[in-house]
């Protein structure tokens, strides 16, 4: 059993940028594919990244592409997912999420652990 939770969410104006970042306990990430999703009000949650558990392969959704970046340090039991050029449209709840396979989190859109999510709201 896998415990996450993100920190990092805020209000900012377009073109802003944020860093969230996803924190686990009970067991290190190593042994997880790591993942962002997020919900917005009245919208099916969405994938945004995934990075598998060596760091070799990462996937965006087409929506986040050349903004956001999805980072694993070695040397910490931490995900992040740095936003840049954020747009009002990105306005969501933004959930971590790990699995033992990251097809699971890009092909289905599902995941074996979820974080409690973290607000982020970008005004225009």
């Known amino acids: 059993q896998v415990q996450l939770v993100e920190s990092g969410g805020g209000l900012v104006q377009a073109g802003g940028s944020l860093r969230l970042s996803c924190a686990a306990s009970?067991?290190?990430?190593?042994?997880?594919?790591m993942g962002w999703f997020r919900q917005a009000p009245g919208k099916e949650r969405e994938f945004v990244a995934a990075?598998?558990?060596?760091?070799?392969?990462?996937y965006y959704a087409e929506f986040v592409k050349g903004r956001f970046t999805i980072s694993r340090p070695n040397a910490k039991n931490t995900v992040y997912l740095q936003m840049d050029s954020l747009k009002p449209e990105d306005t969501a709840v933004y959930y971590c999420?790990?699995?033992?396979?990251?097809?699971?989190?890009?092909?289905?859109?599902?995941?074996?652990?979820w974080g409690q999510g973290t607000q982020v709201t970008v005004s225009s």
């Open positions: 999420a790990a699995s033992i396979a990251i097809a699971t989190m890009v092909n289905r859109h599902e995941s074996d652990y």
């Open positions: 009970g067991r290190t990430l190593s042994s997880y594919d």
């Open positions: 990075i598998s558990r060596s760091g070799g392969s990462i």
